[in-house]
């Protein structure tokens, strides 16, 4: 079975663009979370999506957003880049939710310059 | 509050045991779970624990207090491979939503030949 692959893998963009990244689960998971890992705040929840619904949320502002398609695989958009929004974006699907077991993908090494 | 605490750091030999402990504090508790991460990597699912004791799986082993809102995760026989990060995660209530997957901060594994 494949695994979770996002792309791009790498993306460099300035102060006030937008980007879109995206995610492709492992066949059959309809549930895909999104994830920003910086070194200093660690891993944070950003948002779940389970058959096309946002059912889970972090504390991200209103400029992160996503949405999962009929096939499952998910987009997460980030509008008006700042700074601090470097990072890099990992997806994880599963089968019935981030709070059991989850498969990463690589992830996607965002620089905002 | 909501909050997970585990070491930042544990250093031990080749063939050694070690023990990286967990201590939580959330409302809406669904389980416990632990993830590897190698520098440069995502993170690998190790376990998940809903329900008090301890869950072997070959050299790694998790265990689970639900009373004392407390997990550790058992690395034996330790590996050179070993050597990386790992994060336990909890899920937390959120106002708006149905929940959120808390990290904690992660402890940096070294092993020394």
């Known amino acids: 079975k494949a695994g979770v692959t996002q792309t791009p893998r790498y993306l460099i963009k300035t102060r006030g663009q937008q980007v879109t990244l995206s995610c492709s689960p492992i066949?059959?998971?309809?549930?895909v979370s999104w994830y920003q890992q910086t070194p200093g705040q660690g891993l944070q929840f950003l948002f779940e999506?389970?058959?096309?619904?946002?059912?889970n949320k972090g504390n991200f502002p209103g400029r992160f957003s996503g949405r999962q398609f009929s096939n499952s695989r998910s987009e997460m958009n980030v509008s008006t880049l700042e700074l601090g929004d470097s990072a890099l974006y990992l997806c994880?699907?599963?089968?019935?939710?981030?709070?059991?077991?989850?498969?990463f993908g690589p992830g996607t090494r965002l620089t905002v310059t | 509050g909501q909050s997970l605490e585990q070491p930042s750091e544990v250093t031990a030999v080749e063939g050694a045991i070690v023990q990286i402990n967990c201590t939580y504090q959330?409302?809406?508790?669904?389980?416990l779970s632990w993830y590897q991460q190698h520098d440069g990597g995502a993170p690998t699912f190790l376990s998940y624990?809903?329900?008090?004791g301890l869950e072997e799986t070959g050299r790694f082993s998790s265990f689970l207090s639900r009373s004392d809102s407390y997990g550790y995760l058992l690395l034996q026989e330790l590996q050179m491979k070993d050597s990386a990060s790992y994060f336990c995660?909890?899920?937390?209530?959120?106002?708006?939503?149905?929940?959120?997957?808390?990290f904690g901060a992660g402890t940096q594994v070294v092993v020394t030949p």
């Open positions: 624990n809903a329900l008090d």
């Open positions: 999506y389970f058959s096309e619904t946002q059912r």
């Open positions: 995660a909890v899920r937390a209530v959120t106002t708006d939503s149905w929940g959120k997957l808390q």
């Open positions: 959330t409302s809406g508790f669904y389980g």
């Open positions: 994880a699907s599963s089968t019935q939710g981030p709070f059991y077991e989850q498969y």
């Open positions: 066949s059959g998971h309809r549930s």
